[in-house]
């Protein structure tokens, strides 16, 4: 089982992009997911996590602002919804999930391969 992010690229500073967020093997509208990047030579760091039921939490560091997380049941995706990007927003994103987002970040599996995100002009 894995969640697949996508829909990254490179992107000039002040551009927008949305990525999206899409298991294989199982349903995620009963899990939480959180939006995860690490930018090169720095830690893993996580951003924004959404329950099942839709509520978002912001972990710190990343208050509401410039990017928003949504997920759509129905079509059983998540997504990063990421605006004025700036060039350390550079990163390669993830997506994963977890029962809730309270559980501590390193509690959040099915973890893949990311989607690169860089911003350049």
């Known amino acids: 089982v894995q969640l697949q992010a996508s829909g990254g690229g490179l992107v000039q500073p002040g551009g927008s992009l949305r990525l999206s967020c899409e298991p294989s093997?199982?349903?995620?509208?009963?899990?939480?997911v959180g939006w995860f990047r690490q930018a090169p030579g720095k830690e893993r760091e996580g951003m924004q996590c959404?329950?099942?039921?839709?509520?978002?939490?912001y972990w710190p560091k990343h208050r509401a602002g410039r990017f928003t997380i949504s997920r759509d049941n129905a079509r059983n995706t998540a997504y990063l919804h990421m605006t004025n990007l700036r060039p350390d927003d550079t990163a390669v994103y993830y997506c994963?999930?977890?029962?809730?987002?309270?559980?501590?970040?390193?509690?959040?599996?099915?973890w893949g391969p990311g989607t690169q995100v860089t911003v350049s002009s």
């Open positions: 994963a999930s977890a029962g809730g987002c309270e559980e501590p970040q390193r509690d959040f599996g099915s």
């Open positions: 093997g199982f349903t995620l509208k009963n899990y939480a």
């Open positions: 959404m329950s099942s039921s839709g509520v978002t939490t």
